[in-house]
């Protein structure tokens, strides 16, 4: 194994660390505690965990946290009145809502109503669309702990060619617009399972991003010698162990770094979370962002 491996789990350590010095200071300074509401609907296990992941990080961060458990029964109307009462609350800086949510409610309506000042898990269209008009308030948690890795390891994404393997609403399309924005200037060719010929795209890449959601999708062939692979996938293999969207083992041999899965980027998605709540908790009072 020749890459140099990207550690997420000991950056999102580092980054916690500096939020929860920040968090204690706001209080501190302006009595002000920073809170996370998260909403999860039904007994879905993944979310559960996910959920209580959060909740964890959140109060060992020193920040307010709730967590509002629904049964899976809950009405349309029901789930939107919770988020309309978490919009009215002063305590709650942030909101998420878990998904997926159960069949019968739609998840689009919600992340709507959520007031776009607490929305750090950054799914409110309007979030989305000050993002593409390149005046970004929120960050989506998943391809801002992308850019936090990058960062941290020295990897430029000015001037870089940046494969984006994956088009989703949550990872693909938001990363593609962040590296484009002045400030990161990556050239970025956004891919997807379709792509004709994946490998010859993204064997152009200096860095590649595999958020598609399909195990093993990126295999050596896939990928330029020398380059960044940035391993965003969470699967279930075979044995039941996670695995990521890259064949780790074989790529490990060509790339020049490479995250692992799992404590690649799941563990700065989390981190990310917490950061976009403490600069909700600054701006809802009209403290700067630091």
Same mark, same amino acid.
């Given at each position: 194994?020749?890459?140099?491996?990207?550690?997420?789990?000991?950056?999102?350590?580092?980054?916690?660390?500096?939020?929860?010095?920040?968090?204690?200071?706001?209080?501190?300074?302006?009595?002000?505690?920073?809170?996370?509401?998260?909403?999860?609907?039904?007994?879905?296990?993944?979310?559960?965990?996910?959920?209580?992941?959060?909740?964890?990080?959140?109060?060992?961060?020193?920040?307010?946290?709730?967590?509002?458990?629904?049964?899976?029964?809950?009405?349309?109307?029901?789930?939107?009145?919770?988020?309309?009462?978490?919009?009215?609350?002063?305590?709650? #800086?942030?909101?998420?809502?878990?998904?997926?949510?159960? /069949?019968?409610? /739609?998840?689009?309506?919600?992340?709507?109503?959520?007031?776009?000042?607490?929305?750090? #898990?950054?799914?409110?269209?309007?979030?989305?669309?000050?993002?593409?008009?390149?005046?970004?308030?929120?960050?989506?948690?998943?391809?801002?702990?992308?850019?936090?890795?990058?960062?941290?390891?020295?990897?430029?994404?000015?001037?870089?060619?940046?494969?984006?393997?994956?088009?989703?609403?949550?990872?693909?399309?938001?990363?593609?617009?962040?590296?484009?924005?002045?400030?990161?200037?990556?050239?970025?060719?956004?891919?997807?399972?379709?792509?004709?010929?994946?490998?010859?795209?993204?064997?152009?890449?200096?860095?590649?991003?595999?958020?598609?959601?399909?195990?093993?999708?990126?295999?050596?062939?896939?990928?330029?010698?020398?380059?960044?692979?940035? /391993?965003?996938?969470?699967?279930?293999?075979? /044995?039941?162990?996670?695995?990521?969207?890259?064949?780790?083992?074989?790529?490990?041999?060509?790339?020049?770094?490479?995250?692992?899965?799992?404590?690649?980027?799941?563990?700065?998605?989390?981190?990310?979370?917490?950061?976009?709540?403490?600069?909700?908790?600054?701006?809802?009072?009209?403290?700067?962002?630091?």
């Amino acid at each position: 194994m020749s890459a140099r491996i990207l550690d997420g789990k000991a950056l999102a350590d580092e980054v916690r660390g500096r939020i929860a010095t920040d968090v204690a200071t706001l209080k501190e300074e302006h009595g002000v505690t920073p809170g996370l509401a998260a909403v999860i609907v039904g007994e879905d296990p993944a979310s559960q965990v996910y959920v209580g992941m959060k909740h964890r990080a959140s109060e060992a961060a020193g920040m307010l946290s709730r967590q509002v458990v629904l049964p899976t029964a809950t009405t349309q109307d029901e789930l939107e009145q919770v988020v309309a009462d978490l919009n009215a609350d002063d305590d709650i #800086d942030g909101i998420l809502v878990q998904l997926p949510l159960p /069949d019968h409610l /739609d998840p689009r309506p919600v992340q709507e109503l959520i007031d776009p000042g607490k929305d750090v #898990d950054a799914l409110n269209p309007y979030t989305a669309g000050r993002l593409a008009v390149g005046d970004p308030t929120f960050l989506s948690c998943t391809p801002y702990g992308v850019l936090e890795i990058l960062a941290s390891a020295g990897i430029p994404t000015s001037g870089a060619h940046v494969v984006v393997v994956g088009r989703s609403n949550l990872v693909g399309r938001p990363l593609a617009n962040m590296l484009s924005l002045k400030g990161r200037d990556a050239t970025v060719t956004v891919a997807h399972s379709r792509t004709r010929d994946l490998a010859a795209v993204t064997r152009l890449g200096d860095v590649v991003v595999a958020a598609v959601g399909s195990a093993g999708l990126i295999t050596a062939d896939h990928v330029r010698p020398g380059a960044t692979v940035i /391993d965003v996938g969470t699967n279930r293999g075979d /044995d039941g162990k996670l695995v990521g969207d890259v064949d780790f083992d074989a790529v490990a041999e060509v790339a020049g770094a490479i995250t692992p899965v799992p404590g690649g980027v799941g563990p700065m998605t989390v981190t990310m979370l917490l950061q976009n709540t403490l600069e909700a908790a600054r701006a809802r009072r009209g403290l700067p962002r630091r």
